[in-house]
Antibody
Framework: EVQLVESGGGLVQPGRSLRLSCAAS????????MHWVRQAPGKGLEWVSG????????GYADSVKGRFTISRDNAKNSLYLQMNSLRAEDTALYYC??????????????WGQGTLVTVSS | EIVLTQSPGTLSLSPGERATLSCRAS???????LAWYQQKPGQAPRLLIY???SRATGIPDRFSGSGSGTDFTLTISRLEPEDFAVYYC????????FGGGTKVEIK
């Protein structure tokens, strides 16, 4: 059974940093690209960032480019999102999502339950 | 940048009825890289349809997707109580984007 478990969310002041993690199990992690997708309270879904199976291809939404960094550790079956210079508009539930392929196709067949990030003073 | 517009915003139907959800793209979606997701309150989204018309693993055959180019449709042939939820379309292949969602509510 595929499982994706996010952690690292919390309350953080504007301008500060936070690092999210996603622990994956139940599939061969290094065969697939992985992504972060977020959902602001009461709003729709927004793709944040994705990383190919070997970290060779990485993509970011314009809204986070230059502030967020995605990475993965295939030996640890883990995905990360380093979030710097956080803004109030980054407040959201952040989901870890598995791609159906190994490149940045951006089609998400499994999702975690999310970790909540709240940016507020 | 492709913009996806979903309609209607809310669909009020009774169990057993047919639901037809629309997703229109501002430009052609390449290779029919169009997916549909279902999201229930407090839950993560679930992939229903990919490639515009292929059902994901474990999805009942009352869910079907169709369309190409800029116009896509998700049809639920007979609504079951568990189908009342929010549905999102999504373009993938490059810089994934989601539509604003259609809420299917019990009439």
């Amino acid at each position: 059974e595929v499982q994706l478990v996010e952690s690292g969310g919390g309350l953080v002041q504007p301008g500060r940093s936070l690092r999210l993690s996603c622990a994956a199990s139940g599939f061969t992690f290094d065969d697939y690209a992985m992504h972060w997708v977020r959902q602001a309270p009461g709003k729709g879904l927004e793709w944040v960032s994705g990383i190919s199976w070997n970290s060779g291809s990485i993509g970011y939404a314009d809204s986070v480019k230059g502030r967020f960094t995605i990475s993965r550790d295939n030996a640890k079956n883990s995905l990360y999102l380093q979030m710097n210079s956080l803004r109030a508009e980054d407040t959201a539930l952040y989901y870890c999502a598995k791609d159906m392929g190994d490149g940045l196709l951006g089609n998400f067949d499994y999702w975690g339950q999310g970790t909540l990030v709240t940016v507020s003073s | 940048e492709i913009v996806l517009t979903q309609s209607p915003g809310t669909l009020s139907l009774s169990p057993g009825e047919r639901a037809t959800l629309s997703c229109r793209a501002s430009q052609s979606v390449s290779s029919s890289y169009l997916a549909w997701y279902q999201q229930k309150p407090g839950q993560a989204p679930r992939l229903l349809i990919y490639g515009a018309s292929s059902r994901a693993t474990g999805i009942p055959d009352r869910f079907s997707g169709s369309g190409s180019g800029t116009d896509f449709t998700l049809t639920i042939s007979r609504l079951e109580p568990e189908d009342f939820a929010v549905y999102y379309c999504q373009q993938y292949g490059s810089s994934p984007r989601f539509g604003g969602g259609t809420k299917v509510e019990i009439k």
